[in-house]
């Protein structure tokens, strides 16, 4: 699977941060949280948790172009800071394994689902999920339909709109929608 560049996309949703980030106060996000464009670190008491953020792309059945999540995975330290230091310059046959950091709209609880982050010379790294029977996994193995993807972009809006309307800053965010 290959990384593609913006302008290639039809469906885009990104999530600009790990979900845990949300859960902190404002003082703590400032304090206690280190981001650059695809990493994340948030320390808390008892432990730091490290966070890369990579793409999810989801075949559309009735579409040649896919769908996709850019979202973020929780990751070991040591993972972390191998990414971290080969980012410029990636090995691509290197795997870092964790776990979904973002519940996705549509779908029963993502955050926790395996995954492999896969270094990529084109962009942003890709996901590779672990094999299971979550809908997700299977959109990703089998695809999913324009209706599905539709529905998906009009959650998050209304989520947005939402996150808006309380004068907070949304989750997610559609990135690209073009027509079909």
Same mark, same amino acid.
């Given at each position: 699977m290959k990384k593609t560049t913006k302008h290639n996309k039809i469906f885009e949703i990104e999530f600009s941060a790990p979900d845990m980030y949300f859960e902190l106060s404002k003082i703590? &996000?400032? =304090?206690?949280? =280190?981001?650059?464009?695809? !990493?994340?670190v948030i320390r808390r008491e008892t432990q730091t948790d490290y966070f890369i953020q990579a793409e999810l792309e989801v075949p559309i059945n009735d579409n040649k172009k896919p769908f996709y999540f850019d979202i973020w995975v929780a990751v070991s330290k040591e993972d972390f800071e191998r990414y971290t230091q080969t980012r410029k310059d990636p090995v691509e046959d290197e795997a870092y394994e964790g776990c979904l950091a973002n519940k996705l709209p549509y779908y029963s609880d993502t955050r926790l689902l395996k995954a492999y982050v896969r270094p990529s010379k084109d962009g942003f790294p890709w996901l590779e999920l672990f094999h299971n029977m979550h809908p997700l996994t299977v959109h990703v193995s089998y695809g999913m339909y324009v209706?599905? !993807?539709e529905e998906i972009l009009q959650l998050v &809006?209304?989520?947005? =709109?939402? !996150? $808006?309307? $309380?004068?907070q800053k949304p989750v997610s965010e559609v990135q690209n929608q073009h027509a079909c």
């Amino acid at each position: 699977m290959k990384k593609t560049t913006k302008h290639n996309k039809i469906f885009e949703i990104e999530f600009s941060a790990p979900d845990m980030y949300f859960e902190l106060s404002k003082i703590e &996000k400032l =304090k206690n949280t =280190k981001f650059s464009q695809d !990493a994340c670190v948030i320390r808390r008491e008892t432990q730091t948790d490290y966070f890369i953020q990579a793409e999810l792309e989801v075949p559309i059945n009735d579409n040649k172009k896919p769908f996709y999540f850019d979202i973020w995975v929780a990751v070991s330290k040591e993972d972390f800071e191998r990414y971290t230091q080969t980012r410029k310059d990636p090995v691509e046959d290197e795997a870092y394994e964790g776990c979904l950091a973002n519940k996705l709209p549509y779908y029963s609880d993502t955050r926790l689902l395996k995954a492999y982050v896969r270094p990529s010379k084109d962009g942003f790294p890709w996901l590779e999920l672990f094999h299971n029977m979550h809908p997700l996994t299977v959109h990703v193995s089998y695809g999913m339909y324009v209706q599905d !993807a539709e529905e998906i972009l009009q959650l998050v &809006k209304d989520e947005v =709109k939402e !996150a $808006r309307a $309380r004068k907070q800053k949304p989750v997610s965010e559609v990135q690209n929608q073009h027509a079909c």
